[in-house]
């Protein structure tokens, strides 16, 4: 009996002493204050504020196995705090004299290891088997996080450079001069930072720099492991400043490719006789045709010139033709810009699409030389049929108004232009009620003036010689009737005893 409970007690002592041996490895290993071997610290990379994709690779794994927690969480602050203060020189010209330097954190680089602190403090956290467990399972992988802010980098590089984002290009200019000489002034181009492609190239310069076999940790950047905190890193990435050119809109060689070679046609007008509200009229329209560029097959429409003036310059009281009849009005004199224009449109062989004769005789013009315009009934248009562009100037001068067309055409091939009358037309009779006038006589207001039926014809030649001849209109212009009194009631007087009322059409002026 003696001896089963002294083997009884051999055995409880023997687990005891196993147990307490068995504790005392498990808390020396949970009191453990380094770091499980082959634990590394692994770098990843995030860029915010991008719209375009950069591919980053992994930073360059810090080895912090067998440190202990304390020395390891300073060792990957150093690396962090030496990443952030790593130089990176932009590099504007070859004489170095507007290179700028900056830091990654001051180009909005911030590496956080935060997380990697937080993962080794876990070893010290809890009892001690959960100190053990979390020694048991520790990953041996903690993260080494960079963040690049692309808002805060182009700030930086703005800082540096960002004045050249205010120049603008300068276009290119074709400048007619005084003497009707064509001169070209080329223009100039504009430089943008190129933010974007800077960005790119810093993000992959120092993604190469902090990678697998990159200079970054292996001793050249002032820490092999084990350098001193502070030490400064070795200046060792160059970005050249990146500019993209911005053209102007007009270039040279789009403008020389226009072929506004030389002045092709002018004509002349005078309006010396007017009063100040029609040479007001005239100059104005005038001044909105000047420069007047026509596309080719552009369909030039003096309506879009009016519309113009009255909106920046308004027209003047000025006599306009109401229904045939000369009257003071708005805007009178604006058709002497418009059959100018048509007489030098003739001379280089245009035709019109739409064109109509005054329906009185102009004094500026002979006989179906003339374009009128009604707002909203009559235009007058044509078409660029020359191939290349066609610029209209004009220019007021002593109470005279000459159109020049600017174009291309051959130097050989000119125009001539003549009209005839083919026919009279009698003044007609307008009678209106007065009872002034005794019954069966009549009294004469005023004598009527002939009409006149116009041929207008274009020749065409080459080399001085005429090769062809052209009826290009065939306009008529009312008689102006002879007015009499009469007595009211007489025979053949309208409804009212007057003329019928017509619908007014306003030539040579616009509506109120």
């Given at each position: 009996?003696?001896?089963?409970?002294?083997?009884?007690?051999?055995?409880?002592?023997?687990?005891?002493?196993?147990?307490?041996?068995?504790?005392?490895?498990?808390?020396?290993?949970?009191?453990?204050?380094?770091?499980?071997?082959?634990?590394?610290?692994l770098?990843?990379a995030?860029?915010?504020?991008?719209?375009?994709?950069?591919?980053?690779?992994?930073?360059?794994?810090?080895?912090?196995?067998?440190?202990?927690?304390?020395d390891?969480?300073?060792?990957?602050?150093?690396?962090?705090?030496?990443?952030?203060?790593?130089p990176?020189?932009?590099?504007?010209?070859?004489?170095?004299?507007?290179n700028?330097?900056?830091?990654?954190?001051?180009?909005?680089?911030?590496?956080?290891?935060?997380?990697?602190?937080?993962?080794?403090?876990?070893?010290?956290?809890?009892s001690?088997?959960?100190?053990?467990k979390?020694?048991?399972?520790?990953?041996?992988?903690?993260?080494?996080?960079?963040?690049?802010?692309?808002?805060?980098?182009?700030?930086?590089?703005r800082?540096?450079?960002?004045?050249?984002?205010?120049?603008e290009p300068?276009?290119?200019?074709?400048?007619?001069?005084?003497?009707?000489?064509?001169?070209?002034?080329?223009?100039?181009?504009?430089y943008?930072?190129?933010?974007?492609?800077?960005?790119?190239?810093?993000?992959?310069?120092v993604?190469?720099?902090?990678?697998?076999?990159?200079?970054?940790?292996?001793?050249?950047?002032?820490?092999?492991?084990?350098?001193?905190?502070?030490?400064?890193?070795?200046?060792?990435?160059?970005?050249?400043?990146?500019?993209?050119?911005?053209?102007?809109?007009v270039?040279?060689?789009?403008?020389?490719?226009?072929?506004v070679?030389?002045?092709?046609?002018?004509?002349?007008?005078?309006?010396?006789?007017?009063?100040?509200?029609r040479?007001?009229?005239?100059?104005?329209?005038?001044?909105t045709?000047?420069?007047?560029?026509?596309?080719?097959?552009?369909?030039?429409?003096?309506?879009?010139?009016?519309?113009l003036t009255?909106?920046?310059?308004?027209?003047?009281?000025?006599?306009?033709i109401?229904?045939?009849?000369?009257?003071?009005?708005?805007?009178?004199?604006?058709?002497?810009?418009?059959?100018?224009?048509?007489?030098?449109?003739?001379?280089i062989?245009?035709?019109?699409?739409?064109?109509r004769n005054?329906?009185?005789?102009?004094?500026y013009?002979?006989?179906?030389?003339?374009?009128?315009?009604?707002e909203?009934?009559?235009n007058?248009?044509?078409?660029?049929?020359?191939g290349?562009?066609?610029?209209?100037?004009?220019?007021?001068e002593?109470?005279?108004?000459?159109?020049?067309?600017?174009?291309?055409?051959?130097?050989?091939?000119?125009?001539?232009?003549?009209?005839?009358?083919?026919?009279?037309?009698?003044?007609?009779?307008?009678?209106?009620?007065?009872?002034?006038?005794?019954?069966?006589?009549?009294?004469l207001?005023?004598?009527?003036?002939?009409?006149?039926?116009v041929e207008?014809?274009?020749?065409?030649?080459?080399?001085?010689?005429?090769?062809?001849?052209?009826?290009?209109?065939?306009?008529?212009?009312?008689?102006?009737?002879?007015v009499?009194?009469v007595?009211?009631?007489?025979?053949?007087?309208?409804?009212?005893?007057g003329?019928?009322?017509?619908?007014?059409?306003?030539e040579?002026?616009?509506?109120?």
């Open positions: 009996m003696k001896i089963r409970l002294h083997v009884v007690w051999m055995l409880i002592a023997g687990i005891l002493f196993a147990g307490a041996a068995g504790w005392g490895l498990v808390w020396a290993y949970a009191s453990r204050d380094t770091v499980p071997k082959g634990t590394v610290a770098g990843n995030e860029v915010s504020g991008s719209n375009s994709t950069i591919k980053l690779g992994g930073l360059r794994p810090i080895a912090v196995g067998g440190l202990r927690i304390d390891a969480v300073r060792l990957l602050q150093r690396r962090a705090s030496q990443l952030e203060s790593l990176v020189t932009f590099a504007a010209n070859d004489t170095n004299t507007q700028q330097t900056w830091t990654l954190a001051e180009l909005g680089v911030k590496a956080d290891v935060g997380k990697a602190a937080a993962e080794l403090a876990k070893l010290r956290e809890g001690v088997w959960q100190r053990a979390t020694r048991f399972h520790f990953s041996g992988r903690l993260p080494f996080s960079v963040g690049w802010s692309k808002p805060a980098f182009v700030q930086k590089v800082s540096g450079w960002g004045y050249l984002n205010a120049n300068a276009n290119a200019a074709r400048i007619i001069t005084s003497d009707d000489k064509i001169v070209y002034r080329p223009g100039s181009d504009a943008r930072l190129d933010e974007d492609a800077m960005f790119a190239s810093t993000v992959e310069a993604d190469a720099y902090t990678a697998p076999g990159g200079q970054w940790g292996d001793g050249s950047d002032g820490d092999s492991g084990a350098a001193e905190p502070g030490s400064p890193p070795v200046p060792s990435i160059r970005i050249p400043v990146a500019l993209r050119v911005v053209h102007p809109d270039t040279l060689a789009r403008l020389k490719a226009e072929g070679d030389r002045k092709i046609a002018a004509f002349t007008t005078d309006f010396s006789a007017s009063g100040a509200g040479a007001y009229n005239v100059t104005m329209t005038a001044k045709l000047n420069d007047w560029d026509l596309a080719p097959g552009e369909t030039f429409d003096f309506g879009k010139v009016i519309e009255t909106e920046h310059y308004g027209y003047r009281e000025a006599p306009v109401v229904n045939g009849v000369l009257t003071p009005g708005i805007g009178g004199g604006i058709c002497q810009v418009s059959s100018t224009l048509y007489n030098a449109a003739l001379l062989g245009l035709d019109m699409t739409e064109r005054h329906s009185l005789p102009v004094s013009l002979p006989m179906g030389r003339d374009a009128t315009f009604a909203g009934a009559i007058f248009r044509f078409k660029n049929t020359t290349r562009h066609l610029i209209i100037r004009t220019v007021v002593g109470r005279k108004l000459t159109v020049k067309l600017f174009g291309s055409m051959p130097a050989n091939v000119s125009y001539a232009l003549d009209s005839k009358t083919v026919q009279v037309l009698d003044p007609p009779i307008k009678e209106v009620a007065s009872n002034a006038v005794p019954s069966g006589s009549k009294q207001v005023s004598s009527g003036k002939p009409g006149y039926v207008t014809y274009r020749t065409k030649l080459v080399n001085g010689k005429a090769v062809s001849r052209t009826r290009i209109s065939r306009d008529t212009y009312k008689a102006q009737p002879a009499y009194r007595a009211p009631g007489t025979p053949g007087l309208p409804p009212g005893g003329t019928r009322p017509k619908k007014e059409l306003i040579d002026g616009i509506g109120e």
